[in-house]
């Protein structure tokens, strides 16, 4: 009897395993898919593309915190804007030109960033949470706005560039080369956070989400699993940062501001929370319908917006992503 439920057990981490791996394919599949579509299709708007990316990862890095672990925050971008003023930096006083390097730097700007704010906001719950990430995104917006001999203040920081990829792969004025980087960067990240989310590590964020005093009372530490989870966090926003400043070759105030704190979020609701499909699906679909109906009509694209957004929340409380999925689960469940 042991042997068969130990067969059971054994058989059904196998069905399982090869289950996440044909979801990660599948996902896989689909970034490429829609990355080449995008290339082909929209060979004028690359840099349009190359900021959805961008944002993608900053999005990417909320769900984090908030799908995964619960941590309410409108600060988010202090993240993202740290990454990017640390690539920008590096590149712009220091003469570090080389594009890997610079990732790196924006990796190592938006992880310091997210230990500041995990120190900070991780010392309260609920709506102090919020309050607190308002005042810190604040805060960086500040700073960063006064140490103009630094970061160039209200006028942005220029001057940045960046040397060719491996010494071939050149960035052009079309932005090839910035959205061929910016989706190879997207999809090693990806697979890195589906790997994270799926570890033990990742289902005990899930499981302080759910119930953070019954995870006390097993042993484990609330605060510090969410302190780590925050600096991942603050690593992925910080490639988002990176990639921006590399593709743009400036970086402004509005990469710290309070607007793309909350724009982030209502990305991540849109699409849904709590799964990384969902960040991904949101932000795309919100940039490109913002970019779409602004065009269309400039006077009242906020309008439009903003009634996507309102029958979203009414009708798609899980996101549309999580909304579609619940329906084929349902829907399958019947069939059987």
């Known amino acids: 009897m042991t ?164 010494g071939t792969f050149e960035f052009d004025l079309y932005g090839h080369t910035a959205y061929v980087f910016g989706v190879i960067l997207l999809l090693v990240v990806f697979i890195l956070l589906r790997l994270v989310v799926r570890s033990p590590f990742g289902m005990l964020c899930r499981g302080i989400k759910e119930d953070a005093l019954r995870i006390r009372a097993m042993g484990a530490s609330p605060k510090a699993a969410l302190m780590k989870m925050y600096v991942i966090s603050g690593a992925v926003a910080g490639v988002g940062g990176a990639l921006n400043a590399i593709s743009t070759q400036v970086v402004g105030l509005d990469s710290l501001s309070f607007t793309l704190s909350a724009e982030s979020l209502v990305m991540l609701v849109l699409g849904g929370t709590g799964t990384l499909f969902g960040a991904l699906s949101g932000t795309v679909i919100f940039m490109l319908f913002e970019d779409y109906v602004s065009a269309a009509s400039p006077f009242h694209w906020l309008t439009m917006v903003g009634a996507l957004l309102v029958a979203v929340v009414l009708f798609a409380p899980k996101g549309l992503y999580g909304t579609a999925t619940a329906f084929f689960v349902r829907r399958k469940e019947t069939a059987q």
């Open 3 to 166: 042997l068969a439920m130990n067969t059971q057990t054994t058989t059904a981490v196998h069905i399982r395993r090869n289950r996440f791996f044909g979801r990660d394919t599948a996902g896989i599949a689909a970034i490429v898919a829609l990355a080449s579509i995008g290339y082909l299709l929209f060979p004028d708007n690359l840099a349009l593309l190359t900021r959805v990316i961008a944002i993608a990862l900053l999005v990417l890095s909320l769900d984090l915190v908030t799908g995964y672990c619960g941590v309410a925050t409108l600060g988010h971008a202090a993240l993202f804007g740290s990454g990017a003023y640390a690539a920008g930096i590096v590149s712009a006083h220091f003469g570090i030109t080389d594009p890997l390097l610079m990732t790196l730097a924006g990796i190592t700007g938006g992880a310091a960033a997210g230990l500041v704010c995990g120190i900070v906001i991780l010392r309260a719950h609920g709506l102090p949470q919020l309050v607190l990430s308002i005042a810190l995104i604040n805060l960086f917006h500040e700073f960063a706005n006064k140490a103009s001999s630094w970061t160039g203040g209200s006028d942005g920081l220029s001057g940045i560039s960046a040397d060719p990829i491996f």
